[in-house]
């Protein structure tokens, strides 16, 4: 992850925050259909496994271009007393789109039945359903995005340094560095271990729920998450960004 964000980090501020998330959504909404329409075991072997893991790997490397171009330009746009209310609305996102895909997911369960196997109709193509939809929807985004957001005031205002990662890990931008890095890592490490990685399967093979029940805890959870974010943000509208992120981490 930290090396795809270093790559579109860098074009981000070398090419402008707008080409840069329309490369990145193009290319994790490809990505993601292209996931759909992968043949499944029983025609390719491990093969198939191969190819899930090459095509995550890649469209995370594009997701990680989303992070420093699309929500650096919305940051860059947002009014300056208002930041962190924005900043709310951009990491709810995340939780607002996994309770949609949640509750997708469950209506593809209920409709196509995970049982028999490999021969399940959820397996055979229930879970298809979810991704092509997800890249359509990517897809879809670029045409409006492109005709009516305008490229950052603030990066075409800005000077253009030789060696962006000079200036980065160089003086006091090395000290920021660090201090963001730290505190991000761990925000990461709780985020995917936790809650996308373990949690999903500790509820189904300790607690022992459904692969429904189990879909509608982690869509529920979200919707918890997503008070969260804005709560966060309202609170460091009052207290400061510092005191906010002081707090969060001890929490």
Known sequence: RSSDLVIFGYLSDESGRKPVTIIAVAGFGTCTILMGLLPGYATWGVASL???????????????????????????????????????YIQSGYPVAFVLIAALTFLMLQIFPPVGGLNSPYVMYGWRIPFIIGGVFALAFI?????????????????????????????????????????????????????????????????????QKMTLVMMIASMVLIAGYMGTALLSQKIGRRATIAITAVL
């Open 143 to 211: 045409l409006p995005f492109r005709s009516s957001v305008m490229e950052s005031t603030l990066w075409q205002k800005a000077e253009k340094r030789q060696n962006p990662f000079a200036a980065v890990l160089s003086g006091e931008n090395l000290r920021r560095f660090i201090q963001v890095f730290i505190v991000l890592s761990g925000f990461w490490f709780m985020t995917i271990a936790a809650a996308a990685g373990i949690l999903p399967g500790v509820l189904i093979r300790v607690v022992h729920l459904t692969p």
């Open 50 to 88: 191969y190819a899930l893991i090459a095509l995550r790997f890649i469209s995370g490397v594009f997701l990680g271009g989303e992070y420093t171009a699309a929500n650096v330009l919305a940051m860059e746009a947002a009014p300056k007393e208002k930041r962190g209310l924005y900043s709310g």
